[in-house]
Each structure stands twice: as C-alpha cells, then as structure tokens.
C-alpha cells in the first residue's frame, strides 16, 4: 500500500479524519476560495470550482460554508488572500515528498516546512527534484459494507473509471482528473455514496521502506506535515510493509 493510501487508512483507522474535521473543512474551503478568486464563481464553467466542491460535498461540509467560501473568492465577502507554493523533499528512506501550501504568509509557510524536514530527518529538495514522480489521479473512495462490489464495479466501468482498487477495508475508484467530476456525478446518482472524493497525486515510482525505524520516522513526517496550518495536501512515494505497520500501530 503506498504513501497515499496508507496515509489515508491511517487516519481512518485512528479516527483522525473526525477529529480533524475543523482542519478538514478549513483546508476545503480555502482551495474553494482560491478556485472561485482564480476562475470565478460559476461552478459549472469553473472545473476547479467543481472539484472543490465535489471534494467538500464529499466530507459533509455544509452547504452555506460552501457558499461562503465562493463568496470570499469572487470577492463578495471579505476574504484573505492566499498564495500556492508546492515544496520538494526528501524523507528517511529516500523517499521523495511533494507538498502543497495554500498560504498567506509565505515566509511562515517556508520555515515550518524546512524546520518539519529538518526536525524528523528529511531535507527539502529543489524543484522538480521529486516532483516529476507524481501524477495528479481522481481517487472516490467507499466504505466496503456500505456498497455492493458488483454494482460499484458496474457503474463505476460504466461511468468512466480506470479501476476500482481494494484497499484494506475501503474500495478506491480511480480516474483520470478529468473524468472525476462526472464519475462522482454518476456515482451519487446510481445511490453509491462515497465516504471521500478528490483529485490527488499518486507516485510512480513507489520506495518500499523495509526498517521499522526508518518507517516510523517517515511516517512521523508525514503526520507533521499533514498538521501544518499553511500545508494544504502532503504526497509520498513510501511503503510499508502491513506487519510493520501493525508493529507501529501497537505502539
């Protein structure tokens, strides 16, 4: 399981994507906004818009917050200004790092995440160092007793999806970024409600980290990382071994 998938069964597991839902919701209606400022607020005629908003619709986040955040783009509410910055690096292990900031402060943005790296053995790379190692992928995911395998595989195939992955107790519909937001669509409609949707990176190139330690320590950055105010989403190309990763677990 790599570094996006086993982040995201993590934070199921320990319960983090609840506990963390006020970040969750922040970190959603800052990229709404940001979508709205750059393309306008017309969802339909905006396709970042729409995947915004298609990935907050997919954790629950109220409508008038949905709403609001549109406005503070368009600029019919006040709103702050936010800048995209994407750092490169390097974790225990050699495993590469690409991380994503939506930020208003790009000096405070810049040492977090140098002082995180730096803090738990990695090492910030230069541009395009790592970067070329990803691939921007739809990825809608469902909970496995929530949905009938057969119809997902069905109407997911139908409505355009590359895969549907196991993931441990989870199914993955996979797509290209451009076939998300009608795959999504399709979805809801055939009465397949998804417990996470959005377009994220997957790596290519995947790091199998074989050390306890070494994993630990990557898993340690990415949780860092991931907590960071100004970090937006954080992607690596690591994987862990399940009877490793239950030893950490245990722990």
């Given at each position: ?13 320990k319960g983090a994507a609840d506990a963390k839902r ?230």
């Amino acid at each position: 399981m790599s570094g996006h998938s086993k982040w995201s069964t993590i934070k199921r597991k320990k319960g983090a994507a609840d506990a963390k839902r006020g970040q969750i919701f922040t970190r959603l209606m800052r990229e709404i906004t940001v979508a709205a400022k750059q393309g306008g607020g017309d969802i339909e005629g905006n396709p970042r818009l729409r995947t915004a908003v298609a990935a907050a619709k997919g954790q629950n986040m109220p409508k008038e917050n949905i709403d609001r955040a549109v406005k503070k783009g368009t600029g019919e509410l006040e709103g702050v200004t936010y800048e995209e910055i994407l750092y490169e690096g390097y974790g225990p292990g050699g495993v590469a790092f690409l991380v994503e900031c939506l930020t208003d402060n790009k000096n405070r943005a810049a040492a977090d995440v140098r002082h995180i790296f730096t803090k738990r053995g990695g090492s910030l790379a230069k541009a395009g160092a790592v970067a070329y190692l990803f691939e921007a992928k739809g990825i809608i995911t469902f909970d496995k007793d929530a949905v009938d395998e057969d119809a997902l595989m069905e109407a997911a195939l139908e409505a355009g999806a590359d895969d549907v992955v196991d993931e441990d107790d989870v199914w993955e519909v996979h797509c290209t970024p451009s076939a998300f937001n009608p795959l999504n669509e399709a979805l809801r409609a055939a009465g397949l409600e998804p417990i996470e949707a959005e377009v994220t990176k997957q790596a290519s190139t995947i790091v199998e980290i074989t050390d306890k330690g070494e994993a630990a320590k990557a898993m340690a950055l990415m949780e860092a990382l991931d907590e960071a105010d100004d970090v937006q989403n954080v992607y690596s190309n690591f994987d862990i071994d399940e009877s490793i990763l239950a030893e950490l677990e245990d722990e």
